[in-house]
């Protein structure tokens, strides 16, 4: 039997995030460049302390600007956030050009960009470890915020398709579980 990983993991549904950071740049507006770059092997890790992990090709040069930083931010993308994944899952240099066009705001822990979503955490990195041809990042959370009413795009064979329509009750048990 032959093993074909890829094949089978496409048949796994994940969420959509977008995994923002900076570092010090004197030349960039406000002393700081920004980058941000679409990721779908977001997972949670712990609830106490609160833990989250994704992971990065360990050729990635934004990973090598999340390990400068320390912190960072994962923004995750409701249904409309379809196009958002697409142009921050390009080269640097096309994200570059994309970040500015988005509607974000820095967030009050990091200064790392939470773009519009469903949801987003802003961490600082506790670990890192190599697997494989990629780098698990295992972050702390500091600060949360969620939008519970919105439909979350999902990532399936190869796709990003929206998510289904939550019901008004699911709706008002998320939002009483974080009142």
């Known amino acids: 039997m032959e093993l074909d990983l890829r094949a089978v993991m496409r048949h796994f549904t994940t969420g959509v995030g977008v995994v923002s950071t900076h570092v010090t740049d004197a030349d960039a507006p406000g002393g700081r460049r920004h980058d941000a770059i679409t990721v779908n092997s977001l997972a949670p890790v712990s609830e106490e302390p609160p833990l989250v992990s994704f992971c990065l090709r360990n050729e990635s040069v ?3 600007d999340l390990l400068t930083a320390g912190v960072w931010a994962v923004s995750v993308l409701d249904a409309e956030g379809a196009r958002t994944a697409g142009r921050l899952a390009k080269p640097r240099e096309a994200r570059a050009e994309t970040l500015p066009t988005l509607p974000t705001t820095p967030g009050a822990h990091t200064g790392a960009l939470i773009v519009d979503g469903l949801g987003w955490l802003e961490c600082a990195t506790v670990e890192t470890f190599d697997a494989g041809d990629h780098r698990m990042v295992i972050g702390r959370v500091l600060g949360s915020g969620l ?3 919105r439909r ?3 990532f399936l064979r190869g796709a990003l398709v929206p998510g289904p329509a939550l019901v008004e009750e699911t709706a008002a048990v998320a939002a009483r579980s974080l009142g």
Do not use: D, E, H, K
């Open 152 to 154: 979350p795009l999902l």
């Open 147 to 149: 939008r519970p009413t």
């Open 62 to 64: 934004f990973l090598t």
